[in-house]
């Protein structure tokens, strides 16, 4: 029989965590999603306004157009609504009185029982490579907030959503740089937003930017990572890295890094075709899990420290019209709302009086007796990397002794798999990581446990 590993008999000490950090770990975070139409089985928007209202923590819409029966539906929701001027109408908003017009058809007879947070000029407009509509997105946006303050309605924001082919460079981060046709229109709209104080809004999708040796870096599991020498920042996953080219961006083109960045779209699909690289549930929930989690954790990333993104994920539903196979299943929930997979978003409703719900079998994470102090160590930047509070284990806290690698990476593994829905793969960091139902503490006190 194996000897049990020293580090064990220390091992509640490791899985030591505030209770602050534990129950932040444990709650459900708020998200946005986007709400589109391209299916026909969609329930009414009525039943998705009840359904938001009482069984998730989403606060937030997107939708594609201003849908009045959308607006009608999330009235006194407490969810708020952002609305898009689609692409071809942009042009004709240029003008002041048609900017008032709209405003009164699509947003006076709904707001403010229904709340209107953003109005989005366009979508994508610099992707799609309409020049008109690109002409145009920018004096549109200039006309629709004078109109918006010429009705007193200072509260709603306006804004239009970039996809991440506007970079001529993103990786490392510290190459980042907007191509140079895009930098020309890009300019004066961040001037636009920092003046009025509006966010600069971005489509990052590490779906579209993984390799398959980069896949866990796309999806926010152990990984090698990735340094940018010139910052001497690491990255330890995909999202962070384009966020961050992004921010270079901004300020090599005008010192526009402190215009605030929401996330108008990201997502990873479910499903797709046979043999579509990095196409499954596991990798769609690993990486919008993750988004949830980490954009909520106030952590920032490496050049944004200490900020909390606002982020609409993709999507709401599965859509059944969509062109392809990933296309159709990039939801979150199925029109009959049973969710795909649950990102931490549902409601978690107490058992009826009485009853207590079947205990689940406890596991543990801990670090597999062959693995290397360097595989560990990966582990260990990893893990508080992503907002886990590895402050018990830095010099002075209670778990800090003995100072070694693999105890302090007991800590975090088991942390992180605690902390991130208990499957089985957020234990394997490379094949470093093994559960185990044997209790491995000795000691009386374990903050950080299965229950």
């Not at 770990?25 to 708020?30: D, L, P, Q, T, V």
């Not at 509260?155 to 959503?161: A, G, L």
Request: with cysteine; aromatic share 10%.
């Amino acid at each position: 029989m194996e000897k049990t590993p020293l580090f064990l008999l220390f091992f509640s000490l490791h899985i030591l965590l505030a209770p602050s950090t534990a129950i932040a770990a444990a709650a459900s975070c708020s998200i946005g999603v986007n709400y589109g139409f391209w299916a026909d089985n969609l329930p009414p928007p009525a039943q998705v306004a009840a359904f938001l209202k009482t069984h998730t923590t989403i606060d937030r819409i997107k939708i594609f157009d201003a849908n009045p029966d959308v607006l009608r539906a999330f009235a006194n929701t407490g969810i708020s609504v952002t609305v898009t001027v689609a692409n071809a109408d942009v042009p004709s908003l240029a003008k002041l009185p048609a900017a008032q017009a709209w405003i009164a058809n699509n947003i006076l007879p709904f707001h403010p029982q229904t709340t209107i947070r953003y109005i989005l000029v366009g979508n994508e407009v610099l992707y799609w490579k309409d020049k008109t509509v690109i002409a145009y997105t920018l004096p549109a946006m200039k006309t629709l907030h004078h109109a918006l303050h010429l009705a007193n309605l200072t509260d709603i924001r306006v804004s239009t959503p970039h996809a991440l082919s506007f970079l001529a460079a993103s990786e490392p981060p510290s190459t980042g740089m907007f191509r140079r046709f895009d930098a020309a229109i890009l300019r004066p709209i961040l001037d636009f937003h920092n003046r009025t104080k509006t966010p600069f809004m971005v489509n990052p999708y590490p779906f579209f930017g993984f390799r398959p040796e980069t896949l866990d870096y796309a999806v926010f599991r152990p990984n090698r990572g990735l340094y940018d020498k010139a910052t001497r920042k690491n990255y330890t996953n995909m999202f962070d890295e384009q966020m961050d080219a992004i921010y270079i961006a901004m300020k090599k083109l005008g010192n526009y890094e402190g215009v605030e960045i929401v996330i108008a779209e990201t997502g990873w699909p479910s499903a797709g075709d046979p043999n579509q690289p990095g196409v499954s549930l596991e990798n769609a929930l690993s990486y919008n899990g993750n988004v949830v989690k980490h954009v909520n954790s106030g952590k920032g990333t490496p050049l944004m420290p200490n900020r909390t993104f606002e982020t609409y994920i993709f999507a709401l539903f599965n859509e059944n019209l969509k062109a392809s196979v990933s296309e159709r299943n990039y939801g979150l929930f199925k029109p009959d709302f049973s969710p795909v997979y649950d990102v931490g978003v549902m409601r978690r409703k107490a058992p009826p009086s009485g009853d207590s719900p079947a205990p689940a079998e406890k596991k543990w994470c801990v670090p597999r007796p062959e693995a290397s102090d360097e595989a560990l160590q990966r582990n260990l930047d990893y893990v508080c990397s992503l907002g886990v509070d590895c402050r018990p284990i830095q010099s002075g806290g209670p778990c800090f002794s003995p100072n070694t690698v693999r105890s302090h990476a007991s800590y975090a593994m088991n942390a992180y798999y605690q902390s991130h829905g208990r499957e089985v793969y957020n234990c394997d960091f490379e094949h470093t990581g093994v559960l185990t139902s044997s209790d491995p503490s000795t000691l009386s006190t374990r903050v950080i446990s299965p229950s």
